[in-house]
T-cell receptor
Framework: GQNIDQPTEMTATEGAIVQINCTYQ??????LFWYQQHAGEAPTFLSY????GLEEKGRFSSFLSRSKGYSYLLLKELQMKDSASYLC?????????????FGTGTRLQVTL | DARVTQTPRDKVTEMGQEVTMRCQPI?????VFWYRQTMMQGLELLAY????????DSGMPKDRFSAEMPDATLATLKIQPSEPRDSAVYFC?????????????????FGPGTRLTVL
């Protein structure tokens, strides 16, 4: 099976930087995704990492260390609209197909 | 712009009734996923299809749930009979193959979801 851990809630100030961590334990690891989900809406894709290191996309960056089973999502220059849940999802190869398993998400509240 | 559509958006039904949820994937996407989201369990993969063939439905209770893709423009998820514990938001997503560092992955685009309440 798979085990994915991320903090339940975080609070940060507008304009600041916040780092959301995700640790995982899985066999057949085949990539890690980050999704953003605003309340009452569908998740939207933010980033994908398959190799160790940092992937940068505008204000958002995602880091992966496969040996440590660890990833983080870094959000810079926080805006109020960044208040949302951030879902870490691990893809693992099951032997017949790749399967995506989501963490329960980190609810980020951006304050003035 | 291209979006995944789902119908109905909201469904309230009584225990024991059949529920059918429909999804129209983005044209050209050959991978379709069904997820269920609850406060307690988060987002769970129920089933997914590639080129209309089921690849994995291990997350789906087989006795009451069934998922099909009668054609490339329609995916269905059926619950019969429905139970109160099935109350959740059901998301459909379709996938577009992307490449990163020589690796292929599906960038999944989610539909707006069907909020199901079983009384």
């Amino acid at each position: 099976g798979q085990n994915i851990d991320q903090p339940t809630e975080m609070t940060a100030t507008e304009g600041a930087i916040v780092q959301i961590n995700c640790t995982y334990q899985t066999s057949g690891f085949n990539g890690l995704f980050w999704y953003q989900q605003h309340a009452g809406e569908a998740p939207t894709f933010l980033s994908y990492n398959v190799l160790d290191g940092l992937e940068e996309k505008g204000r958002f960056s995602s880091f992966l260390s496969r040996s440590k089973g660890y990833s983080y999502l870094l959000l810079k220059e926080l805006q109020m609209k960044d208040s949302a849940s951030y879902l870490c999802a691990v893809r693992a190869y099951t032997g017949t197909a790749s399967k995506l398993t989501f963490g329960t998400g980190t609810r980020l509240q951006v304050t003035l | 712009d291209a979006r995944v559509t789902q119908t109905p958006r909201d469904k309230v039904t009584e225990m024991g009734q059949e529920v059918t949820m429909r999804c129209q994937p983005i044209l050209g996407h050959n991978t379709v996923f069904w997820y269920r989201q609850t406060m307690m369990q988060g987002l769970e993969l129920l089933a997914y299809f590639r080129n209309r063939a089921p690849l994995d439905d291990s997350g789906m209770p087989k006795d009451r749930f069934s998922a099909e893709m009668p054609d490339a423009t329609l995916a269905t998820l059926k619950i019969q009979p429905s139970e109160p514990r099935d109350s959740a938001v059901y998301f459909c997503a379709s996938g577009s193959r992307q490449s990163l560092a020589g690796d292929l992955y599906n960038e999944q685009f989610f539909g707006p979801g069907t909020r199901l309440t079983v009384l």
